[in-house]
C-alpha cells in the first residue's frame, strides 16, 4: 500500500516562512514527478511546484522566488519551503506524486491528505 504523508501546515503571520515535507512509503519501485497543490475556499486546485526525477523544477507564477521545492530520492521525500508567505497563500496543501508500485507495471498518481496553511495576521 503506497501513501504519502504530508506535514508542516500551520498558522504564520504575513512575511513569515513554512517548511512542508512529504514522505511517500510503501512498496515502492519507482517515484517520477513529485509536487506541490493547493485549494483556496471558492478555487479550484492548481498546482504550486513540481519537480521531476532528475531535479528539473516549474512553479506557479505567484510564488517564483518565494517557494522552493526539493526532493531527496533515497528518502522518497519532497520538500516545499515557502517564505515570504502573504494572505493569499492560504490553503490546503496536497502533495502529488507519479509512482510505480512494485510488481506493477503502469505508474499511478498518488495525492498526500493535506495540510492547511494559514496566513493571517
Known amino acids: 500500500q503506497v501513501q504519502l504523508v504530508e506535514s508542516g501546515g500551520g498558522l504564520v503571520q504575513p512575511g513569515g516562512s513554512l517548511r512542508l515535507s512529504c514522505a511517500a512509503s510503501g512498496s515502492i519501485s519507482s517515484i517520477y514527478g513529485m509536487g506541490w497543490y493547493r485549494r483556496a475556499p471558492g478555487n479550484e486546485r492548481e498546482l504550486v511546484a513540481r519537480i521531476t526525477s532528475d531535479g528539473v523544477t516549474n512553479y506557479e507564477d505567484s510564488v517564483k522566488g518565494r517557494f522552493t521545492i526539493s526532493r531527496d530520492n533515497a528518502k522518497n521525500t519532497v520538500v516545499l519551503q515557502m517564505n515570504s508567505l502573504k494572505p493569499e497563500d492560504t490553503a490546503v496543501y496536497y502533495c502529488?506524486?507519479?509512482?510505480?508500485?512494485?510488481?506493477?507495471?503502469?505508474?499511478?498518481?498518488?495525492w498526500g491528505q493535506g495540510t492547511q496553511v494559514t496566513v493571517s495576521s
Open positions: 502529488n506524486a507519479g509512482i510505480r508500485p512494485t510488481g506493477e507495471v503502469g505508474l499511478y498518481d498518488y
